[in-house]
């Protein structure tokens, strides 16, 4: 940050005089403090780092959460009459989040997403890949393209792209990039006393069996002696060695939250939602550049609203828990977090049999959360109409966001993925039609 | 010395007689003749570039590569023992033939076909479960009764209806974008081996195939999800000749189903394509590389590494009508695909010639089915399509999903295809950091071999402990145990004070993480 300062210096130097040199020493000496940050913004972009993505796998209300519709009548709103207001003058969300209403300049919400498919399948595809399905190609998701484009940079033990606790079942995360780009799951459960995590922290063995049970695989597997130079062998070689570095080594304690207070595992809710954000922080602080939190249950054709008696308080208190512990440990500048699911639902209560009070999958017009690493907060992007039913200013689309996460990570859209029989082919698959690009969300990208 | 070999084996081969049904005696000396004539094939192409065959493997390794490459999964204790102990110099031949009269080759050629024809209920094929199950039971009958191949083509390919009643019906169904260049891209690719991105001689591509698929419609009918595909005669042809791939013209006539041009084109014995694309399929598939590689690339500027190997496997595929299992008998009973893995000094390089069996990781279902059978103790697989969800009967077999919707994420981490694609490459069996962490130190592969009764029953009423070691060995590697392994199995239950339990667990561990179980060699 010194050299360009520093530069701009000489360079005036060599033109003017003695006493004008007097008096801009005075003033470079005034400006000081504010001229690194300056140069900072201007010759070379900071990026963020990471990216948590806390998924409501199945598709959650966004009426119930961060658009509701209070004078819709109790046909659109079921028992959720009220809101809570937040502390940014003008903007509402959902009664349930008495938490995150007390954050809002942190955060922003995009009302107004829509992709139209009412299908979890494709919606999920839609969502995590940030591309319009069809053609021949079937793109990766962001997780894994951030993987890749990250592979030069990011050194960690870690995967690259971690999911808590479960990967997507409903498409395949690599796409055309390849298994090796799928996210790493966790599995086990992080709520629980021990986390086991798949491969890496086995709770079932001490170091001293492991170390023993590794002996005893030296000493049988003695294949590679038949084939020597066979370069597959060598590589499992290779793996094994790096497996058990991480196995037996530090880094595995990133997924240890016995090193965390009671306080902050009890801020973060302690529950599987609560404690995966956790670690979600946790590895974002050693560097890992994209996580997953894949939260389960917001499928609710029935008895929705008893169950989003249970879910949107867990949410209001992990995602407002994230927030807080990021901004308090100076991380949020670095870490895009967003929150969505696959699509919305329907803003009119399905009163009648079989779902007698749930809500359908809705594509339409639907939420999203999104935040630090770039993002301002206290900011709404788009809007519906009053029942919720239509996005009625700023459409965006999942070709948006993700075009404007990537371009926060510093990845550029407009590059080249590498397809194993295409050839090189564009970051993202984009829809021909005008009215079908909302365009990148500079509105709420901080200058 | 080497004229030798090749004789006796021809006398056994000629000996299996009563093996071989119809016109026993002169079919059983044509299949000989034809097996050292494709043998004669390699041999030539090895002499020429100064390489030396690798000897023949093992009836261990052997046993245990066959049935992993025609039925996807390992022998059983029984099968290794018996066969390793067997005195019959036809006992070979014998296996081959009773593992491709068996249900799993027919399950496993499911798998592979449903890869290529991208079966899958949801995206981004969308098929639907119920027309998924339809059509892998169309292909299941298909290859159990050995219908030609010619046959299955035309099947699949001149078909109208439900999705649900005609089953074939789905290929036309199984894409994102149901364009007629999709669909003949995806022909082209599967049925003639020519990638989207290749043109021919005369600059034709898969794309100028469009116009046989013109007439293609599709309708949905009061039941759920049901869909006709059918053919509106109507439609008449943009154009009225096209010329193929490799210079033939084809006519299209106004009035009919365009299709059948483009198949009688396709399934006729001139065809330059068809029946090589198939064999060169199959050898891929039983020798890890093709003679053409990728099997799915044919274009001039990627020649076949051994042109006349691949011809000769063409003309006995068009010469037996199409029949897919003679070819996989013809190339099982060689010792080509009989060589060891071992490499020597002139071939340990030799990537494109045959001189000895590559080695490559099990598959993702083989691997995941080997562990569960080790262990007796099976995934579960259920179907998020439709809710509520269906789950499958507890016994059924990574190999048996006929669904690439229906999965886990175990199977994908070994590189279980998307069904996104026809490509073989699809299938990736490349090894991974994170498949080695998963073998090694994951909680649901030791919860699996720690929580076996299998293994504790083993435990308990094997008291001797040299013979549990062997039982472990067959088991898991379908061998017997070196003694030098067996004092090192026999030092590790001694040396440390651990439950017997845990002994077991520890060697199937042990084993289940050692290269020669999880390649295929």
């Not at chain 2, 691997?367 to 262990?375: E, G, V």
Request: hydrophobic residues 35%; charged residues 25%; positive net charge.
């Amino acid at each position: 940050m010194k050299k360009p300062k520093f530069n701009t210096r000489t360079q005036y130097m060599n033109r003017i005089n003695f006493f004008r040199l007097c008096s801009l020493t005075v003033v470079l000496f005034l400006l000081g403090t504010l001229l690194p940050l300056k140069a900072q913004q201007t010759t070379e972009k900071r990026y963020a780092k990471s990216v948590i993505f806390v998924y409501l796998d199945g598709g959650p209300a966004q009426t119930d959460m961060f658009d509701p519709k209070p004078k819709a009548g109790k046909d659109y709103t079921g028992p959720f009459v009220k809101t809570s207001v937040t502390n940014v003058p003008g903007i509402e969300i959902g009664e349930k989040f008495p938490l995150l209403a007390k954050m809002a300049d942190k955060y922003c919400i995009i009302r107004s997403m829509t992709h139209g498919i009412n299908g979890h399948e494709t919606a999920n595809y839609v969502m995590e890949t940030g591309s319009l399905p069809g053609g021949r190609i079937v793109y990766p998701s962001m997780g894994a393209v951030i993987a890749f484009k990250k592979e030069a940079t990011y050194k960690g033990s870690i995967p690259a792209y971690v999911s808590l606790t479960t990967g997507s079942t409903r498409f395949n995360e690599a796409g055309f990039l390849g298994p090796q780009y799928k996210s790493f799951a966790t599995g086990g459960s992080p709520e629980s006393a021990q986390f086991s995590v798949e491969g890496i922290v086995n709770n079932s063995y001490s170091d001293d069996q492991l170390k023993n049970r590794k002996k005893l695989l030296n000493a049988l597997d003695n294949f590679s002696d038949l084939n020597p130079g066979n370069k597959q062998l060598a590589d499992m070689d290779k793996y094994q060695q790096q497996a058990y570095s991480l196995i037996l080594g530090e880094d595995r304690k990133v997924f240890n939250l016995n090193e965390e207070s009671d306080a902050i595992r009890s801020r973060y809710g302690k529950n599987r939602l609560g404690q995966s954000c956790l670690v979600a922080r946790r590895l974002i602080q050693k560097g890992v550049p994209y996580v997953v939190v894949r939260n389960g249950g917001w499928d609710t054709h029935k008895q929705h609203f008893e169950r989003m008696n249970e879910k949107l308080p867990e949410l209001d208190q992990a995602l407002s828990a994230l927030l807080q512990d990021l901004s308090d440990k100076g991380l949020l500048d670095e870490t895009i977090v967003i929150c969505g699911g696959e699509f919305g639902r329907t803003p009119k209560v399905l009163y009648e049999p079989p779902w007698n009070g749930g809500r359908n999958h809705f594509g339409a017009a639907f939420s999203y959360l999104v935040a630090g690493g770039g993002f301002v907060g206290g900011k709404v992007v788009g809007a519906t109409d009053p029942r919720g039913e239509k996005v009625i200013e700023r459409p965006v689309f999942p070709w948006d966001l993700s075009e404007t996460i990537y371009t926060l990570m510093g990845i550029d859209t407009k590059g080249t993925l590498p397809h194993p029989t295409e050839g090189e082919v564009p970051m993202l698959f984009l829809p021909q039609e005008k009215e079908k690009r909302g365009g990148m969300l500079t509105e709420i990208m901080k200058p | 010395m080497k004229k030798r070999t090749v004789l006796s084996f021809i006398s056994l081969l000629i000996s299996t007689l009563p093996l071989f049904s119809q016109n026993q005696k002169e079919s059983a000396q044509d299949f000989s003749n034809s097996v050292a004539r494709l043998d004669g094939c390699v041999d030539n192409n090895l002499t020429k570039n100064n390489l030396k065959a690798s000897a023949l493997c093992s009836d261990e390794v052997f046993l245990r590569r066959l049935s992993l490459d025609i039925t996807g999964r390992q022998p059983t204790v029984n099968d290794a023992q018996k066969f390793i102990e067997l005195h019959d110099p036809l006992k070979r031949i014998k296996k081959i033939d009773s593992l491709l009269n068996s249900d799993g080759f027919v399950e496993y050629q499911v798998l592979k076909w449903g890869d290529l024809l991208r079966c899958k209920s949801e995206f981004p094929s969308n098929l639907w479960p119920n027309a998924v199950q339809a059509y892998s039971r169309w292909m299941k009958e298909s290859i159990r009764n050995n219908v030609p191949y010619d046959q299955f083509v035309r099947d699949l390919l001149i078909s109208s209806g439900s999705n649900f009643r005609v089953p074939e019906v789905n290929f036309y169904r199984a894409f994102q974008t149901r364009d007629a260049k999709n669909i003949s891209e995806s022909f082209a690719l599967i049925f003639m081996g020519m990638r989207p991105s290749t043109s021919f001689g005369n600059n034709k591509s898969a794309a100028d195939l469009g116009p046989f698929f013109s007439q293609l419609k599709y309708k949905k009918s009061e039941e759920w999800k049901e869909e006709f595909v059918y053919i509106d005669k109507d439609v008449s042809p943009k154009v009225y000749s096209v010329t193929m791939p490799g210079g033939d013209k084809v006519t299209l006539k106004a009035n009919t189903d365009l299709r059948v041009a483009l198949v009688d084109w396709l399934t006729a014995k001139q065809n330059p394509y068809f029946a090589k694309v198939m064999v060169n399929r199959i050898w891929f598939w039983l020798m890890g590389r093709g003679i053409v590689n990728e099997p799915d690339d044919f274009r001039d500027s990627n020649p076949p590494s051994n042109p006349e190997l691949l011809t000769f496997l063409e003309n006995e595929f068009k010469a037996h009508n199409y029949d897919v299992r003679y070819i996989f008998r013809l190339i099982l009973n060689s010792r080509t695909y009989q060589r060891s893995a071992i490499a020597n000094e002139s071939n340990k390089t030799d990537e494109t010639f045959f001189s000895h069996y590559r080695i490559h990781r099990l598959t993702a279902e083989q691997l995941i089915d080997a562990i569960c059978d080790i262990t007796d103790a099976p995934e579960t697989y259920w179907s998020r399509v439709p809710e509520p969800f269906t789950f499958l009967p507890k016994d059924t077999r990574a190999v048996q999903l006929e669904d690439g919707t229906i999965s886990t994420p175990v199977l994908e981490m070994f590189g279980r295809p998307s069904r996104d694609i026809s490509y073989e490459s699809d299938r990736n069996n490349n090894l991974t950091m994170k498949q080695v962490l998963y073998l090694l130190n994951s909680t649901q592969i030791t919860d699996k071999i720690n929580k076996s009764k299998k293994l504790r029953s083993l435990t308990d009423q094997i008291t001797v402990k040299e013979k549990l070691i062997t039982e472990i060995y067959l088991l898991v590697l379908n061998r017997f145990p070196l003694s030098s392994e067996t004092s090192i199995a026999l030092n590790y239950f001694t040396e440390t004070k651990k439950d017997k339990y845990q002994n077991t667990s520890d060697l199937v561990w042990a084993l289940i993480n050692s290269k020669e179980f999880l390649f295929v060699h």
